[in-house]
């Protein structure tokens, strides 16, 4: 009984990484950056600092919060860009 709980419970993780790991662009970006400006500065906030996708990226990538580190990846940054209309 115990093997089969762990087995469930393992396969329900997995489940729950898979699915947050699909999220893309602005929508893997959302749960930090809120409206209220806290933990991570909000949509509104961000597109008043970045003028160019290329800026966005640049200052993602140097951030030195540890919160974005696995968000670092290009494809992951040019897509957040784009659905925030930076080009």
């Keep these: 009984m115990k093997a089969i ?3 469930i419970l393992a396969l329900a993780m997995i489940f729950c990484v898979a699915s947050f790991s699909m ?3 602005w929508d ?3 749960g930090c950056h809120k409206d209220t400006n806290k ?3 909000s949509k509104e906030t961000l597109l008043k600092k970045f003028k160019t996708a290329d800026e966005f990226v640049k200052a993602a990538k140097e ?3 540890p919160m974005m580190n696995n968000f670092k990846k ?3 940054l040019k897509a957040a860009a784009a659905d925030l209309g930076l080009k």
């Design 39 to 41: 933990p991570g500065p």
């Design 63 to 65: 951030s030195k919060n």
């Design 23 to 25: 999220a893309a662009g």
């Design 5 to 7: 709980l762990a087995l």
């Design 74 to 76: 290009d494809d992951q």
């Design 28 to 30: 893997s970006c959302k």
